[in-house]
């Protein structure tokens, strides 16, 4: 079994920046890709970024520029970094990692973002 945990979230003003991290409880293998999430209230889960193992990158339209996806397939981490922030990126963010043959979701840390 494989456990994912969030980490990096919290309240910030608009224009401001937040980095997650998101990081498996032991080894994965035969990872195809790693992402992050996003779920506000009222909305359906959403696709923000994903990345592979050999390091290609997929954005939402809505957040390319301004977020960055990474990881560090060492330690089984994937990292988003969230820059120039808005409300409308207010939402609980998911890490999900594809891999072994099936899906793995973390638990989910909140992001707030205050005008």
């Known amino acids: 079994q494989v456990q994912l945990v969030e980490s990096g979230g919290g309240l910030v003003q608009a224009g401001g920046s937040l980095r997650l991290s998101c990081a498996a409880s032991?080894?994965?293998?035969?990872?195809?890709?790693m992402g992050w999430y996003r779920q506000a209230p009222g909305r359906e889960r959403e696709l923000v970024a994903t990345?592979?193992?050999?390091?290609?990158?997929k954005y939402a339209d809505s957040v390319k520029g301004r977020f960055t996806i990474s990881r560090d397939n060492a330690k089984d981490t994937v990292y988003l970094q969230l820059n120039s922030l808005k409300p409308d990126d207010t939402a609980v963010y998911y890490c999900?990692?594809?891999?072994?043959?099936?899906?793995?979701w973390g638990q989910g840390t909140q992001v707030t973002v205050s005008s």
């Open positions: 990345i592979t193992r050999g390091g290609l990158t």
């Open positions: 032991r080894n994965i293998f035969s990872v195809i890709s």
């Open positions: 999900k990692a594809n891999a072994e043959g099936n899906a793995y």
